[in-house]
């Protein structure tokens, strides 16, 4: 018999649990279903959330045929032989591209993600990848660029006590059994917005009750003894993977170092993705520590590198040291919020001319045009520096970086004064 997970897997969209900000009315997703125009996507979200259940849907109300690949186990020739395939059928040229779903597509190494580029840019296929990895990470830039990335979100402990309700109403296995969910927020807690875990755990509990004709009472203390898990671990609302994590980046924002610890011990003893934690390290380092230290951020992608290396649990060790690191060093956002002020710049001004006298001529016309008349070669000038401006003329000497108070930004700083009228 198949897994519960599976007998009660949703069969229309109307089915489907969750995630409404995509697919609820006017969100981005039921908007291109009804306009029929649907574009690579990747899924990115938790595990047992209804990503694989979401495409397979997307495929139904699309009218599209969907060839599906799981990372962990196809290649470079697998992956190229089913996109020849697709090619061959010419389904693309008539508007019907055949759906293409990638489970764990972060396990693509670069090669294979490489192989999509053409046939997904040319839409021999439409892409939907599904990845629990942040895809800035683990996707390539290249296949980034040619798809939407929708993050979903873990379910809801009301959501998660439907799916629960459905399962005992409708799946024929359970309805044999008299269960009563007694501690349904234990229940929810341990599934931790995932309900794939969730119907494991009831499958679990079913299989595990020695007497069907006595009732099953679905108590704290029996999923404990059951599971055998830390309850301690998971947060109440089954979002502890956001709240720690939130935790763990303050409290090293506020130079705690005790505080950093324990969080960082509570997202390890809640099996957090050790490389989660160590890229969140990497942002803390730049975001709050900057140019106050910035052999932080040198520190914190070694401690990537050395994670990735050494796993669990002598990982912990490494984590340690870093989170106590940055926790004790000196703060400075100003790296943050100067690219901020430049972002909202380049938003409220557009796509300002290049001064022509940074523009490299590259031909002769180019030299008739101007290019590079009267730029000025720093290194050619006393201590490398000369006075010239390098921003558009419409925004000559606006400023954006404001150095903090630190002592390596007070250095900063100086030079600055020494060199810029609009840093005195």
Not at 136 to 142: D, K, L, T
Not at 336 to 346: G, R
Request: proline share 5%; aromatic share 8%; with cysteine.
């Amino acid at each position: 018999m198949q897994p519960l997970a599976e007998r009660l897997r949703p069969q229309s969209l109307d089915d489907y649990m969750g995630q409404e900000h995509l697919l609820g009315a006017g969100a981005p997703l039921r908007n291109m279903l009804q306009s029929g125009q649907l574009p690579s996507l990747i899924l990115w979200g938790p595990p047992g959330i209804g990503k694989t259940t979401l495409a397979r849907l997307l495929a139904q109300e699309s009218g599209r045929p969907l060839h599906s690949l799981s990372a962990v186990d196809a290649g470079v020739k697998e992956l190229r032989e089913l996109l020849q395939r697709a090619k061959k059928q010419n389904l693309f040229q008539q508007g019907k591209s055949p759906l293409l779903f990638i489970d764990e597509i972060h396990r693509f190494s670069k090669s294979q993600q490489d192989a999509l580029l053409s046939a997904v840019e040319q839409g021999v296929v439409t892409l939907l990848g599904a990845t629990t990895e942040n895809p800035s990470f683990e996707v390539i830039r290249a296949l980034r660029s040619r798809c939407q990335i929708y993050r979903l979100r873990p379910l809801t402990a009301q959501q998660l006590q439907s799916i629960a309700e459905q399962a005992l109403a409708k799946d024929e296995l359970l309805q044999q059994y008299k269960v009563e969910v007694v501690d349904a927020e234990a229940l929810q807690q341990y599934a931790a917005g995932d309900a794939r875990k969730l119907l494991n755990i009831l499958e679990l509990l079913v299989g595990s009750h020695a007497d069907p004709k006595q009732p099953l009472r679905i108590t704290a203390d029996l999923l404990a003894e059951v599971l055998q898990e830390n309850l301690a671990a998971y947060d109440k609302n089954g979002d502890w993977h956001y709240a720690v994590t939130s935790a763990l980046i303050k409290s090293i924002r506020g130079s705690d170092p005790n505080a950093a610890l324990y969080w960082l011990a509570r997202m390890l003893a809640g099996g957090e993705d050790l490389k989660f934690i160590a890229r969140r390290l990497i942002i803390s380092a730049s975001e709050d520590i900057g140019l106050a230290n910035p052999n932080a951020i040198l520190l914190a992608n070694q401690c990537f590198e050395a994670v990735d290396r050494i796993g669990y649990p002598e990982s912990r060790i490494i984590l340690s040291q870093t989170v106590i690191y940055l926790a004790c060093s000196p703060k400075s956002n100003s790296a943050y919020q100067a690219i901020n002020k430049a972002m909202e710049l380049v938003e409220k001004t557009g796509q300002l001319e290049v001064p022509l006298a940074l523009r490299n001529p590259r031909s002769q016309e180019d030299r008739q045009e101007g290019f590079g008349d009267g730029y000025l070669y720093s290194h050619a000038y006393p201590g490398h520096f000369v006075e010239q401006e390098f921003m558009p003329e419409a925004l000559r000497g606006h400023k954006l970086y404001e150095p903090a108070q630190n002592a390596q930004e007070h250095k900063f700083k100086q030079k600055l004064d020494q060199y810029w009228k609009k840093y005195r």
